[in-house]
């Protein structure tokens, strides 16, 4: 009987330990909470953008003895040609507000030629960007743009979508002894 | 007179289909304290978007005497650097700008030019003052009702003197006295050039919706108040105006003017309106689905036909449904007869007048013919 009962006991004991290593074998899995961390800094970008199809005021003929008037809204007074309707679209598509300036690399004389010629701009947010371009604007209402930078959105040309867009027109006034092709190039200069 | 003929044209670089044309650069901005002979280099970026001859790089600001370009051309955009060697000694106190720009290469030929695009990033010297000086910055953030608003406070000391600063915000309701919220700090020493970020949360939970101004107060030996506007937002689309008056006998278009008074993005606004007489309903129609950004002020458009109704005063029933909650407003509404029809009524009394003003004038001619003829009698 006692062998027996020392088998049993030590049968009890076998199965127990067995038990217990089964409960506790390391499986691999793990069992706690760990954490990693992933970093990147987008760093912030500062960009601008001309939108625009071109903005060709055509050909046409000054009335003899009148000053022709064009701009980019349609009037076309004392001009043979027809009347023209765009802007120059800009367009802030980076990740920062900016201030605008604005400048011309002709001045009127240079660029039109003929007797007392004009050359005036005007900056407006564009459809659906209200609240695009704040502060101090030169160019509220038509007001001459020549080689010297002048300030078109002097507090912020804002980024965001819905606020980064601004239409710029034209006008200007020719007398009818100017003559040839005539071209200009804008100068949009954003600054943070 | 001789005729001229004037051929103008004025167009911007179109060099893809999109016929765009931009410049980039980043980063946009270094922070620099000066220290005398101070020699440094900054990496940028440059980018253009269709220029064909890349972008042409510069300098201007009044230390650009002491900033040298790794290059003044990058053909199709890319990396640079800029090098300052400062003097040493600036006399002006105070933070002196250089500008790092980037500028459309032109490249035009013939009569192939047109709107440039240039971008100009910063590199700011912060040049002490003598003894103390602090500037600082406060921003505050926007929250819905039961949140608590960010704040974010930098405080530079910008002397070339130690200082101590007691820092304090204080919120009020826009247009009272009344000190609503106050956050104090504990006292920071700050040496010189040094710069402290006190970022939080303001206890903000209890404020019911509406705007405030917050006032951060730091006094470092002098007093330096800055102050920031927050609007505490409420879960509610609210109609602010809307079309009241229509022409009979046509579809016409029912505008409503919503307001999203909600700091967080409001999708799927739209309106039922229900027009009424005297009780009966005579239409009703639903207007489209707009989606409305914080705080933001939307039309919505629905169409109202009034083709089989009298010209007259009816009730309109407005109900803004969005996100599973409503806002409504009983008003007045008012179909007019036709312009046109409305013309012709006008002219037709101003005849009826002029008629009997006319018989008026002929009785009266009559009257006095005859008056005249009795007295050529008598005699």
Known sequence: MKSTEAITYASIAVIAISLFFIGTELTGLATGND?????????????????????????????????????????????????????????????VNLTLQLKTDLSPADFLGGAAPTFQAKVVNNTGNVGACTGTNVFTNYANINTTMQSACGTFFGYEAAIDEIAIDFSMNISDDAEGVKVMTITAIGTY | MKRSLVFLILITLSLQLVQSSGVGITPVYYKEFFEPG???????????????????????????????????????????????????????????????????????????????????????????????YAQSIFKMSNINQGEEAPYELEIQSLGTESIIVNPKIEVHKIGSTEVIITEKFPEINMESKETQNINGMLKTKELPPGEYIAYATIEWGETTILNQTFRVGEFLVDIV???????????????????????????????????????????????????????????????????????????????????????????????????????????????????????IFIYLIWKVNKLSNQNGKKK
Not at chain 1, 56 to 61: E, I, N, R, V
Request: charged share 20%; proline share 3%; aromatic share 10%.
């Open chain 1, 35 to 95: 954490t990693a961390i992933v970093n990147v800094t987008i760093l912030t970008a500062a960009e601008i953008n001309f939108t625009t199809d071109i903005l060709d005021f055509g050909s046409g003929a000054v009335t003899p003895g009148q000053t022709a008037i064009l701009d980019s809204e349609g009037t076309n007074t004392s001009w043979s040609g027809n009347a023209t309707y765009g802007n120059l679209t800009l367009e802030n598509i980076g990740s």
């Open chain 2, 38 to 132: 101070l020699t440094k280099t900054y990496s940028f970026h440059a980018f253009a978007t269709n220029s064909e001859d890349g972008v042409d790089l510069y300098i201007k600001g009044d230390l650009a005497e002491y900033v040298t370009l790794s290059t003044d051309h990058l053909p199709d955009g890319g990396n640079f650097k800029v090098e300052i060697s400062l003097p040493d000694e600036i006399a002006i106190p105070g933070t002196h700008k250089i500008y790092v720009g980037a500028i459309e290469a032109s490249g035009a030929e013939g009569a192939m030019v047109g709107g440039i695009a240039a971008i100009q990033g910063r590199i700011d010297i912060l040049v002490p003052y003598p003894g103390k």
């Open chain 2, 241 to 359: 105006d809307y079309d009241y008056e229509f022409e009979q006998g046509k579809i016409n278009p029912f505008r409503i003017e919503v307001e999203n008074k909600w700091n967080t993005r409001i999708e799927e606004v739209f309106a039922t309106v229900s027009i009424t007489d005297a009780g009966t309903l005579i239409t009703d129609f639903k207007t489209v689905s707009v989606d409305t950004k914080p705080w933001e002020i939307k039309n919505i458009t629905g169409y109202f036909d009034t083709t089989n109704l009298e010209a007259k005063r009816y009730t309109a029933k407005i109900i803004l449904s969005y996100d599973g909650a409503t806002t409504s407003k009983l008003v007045a509404i008012y179909v007019h007869e036709p312009s046109s029809k409305t013309y012709m009524n006008y002219i037709i009394i101003a005849s009826i007048v002029a008629i009997l003003i006319f018989t």
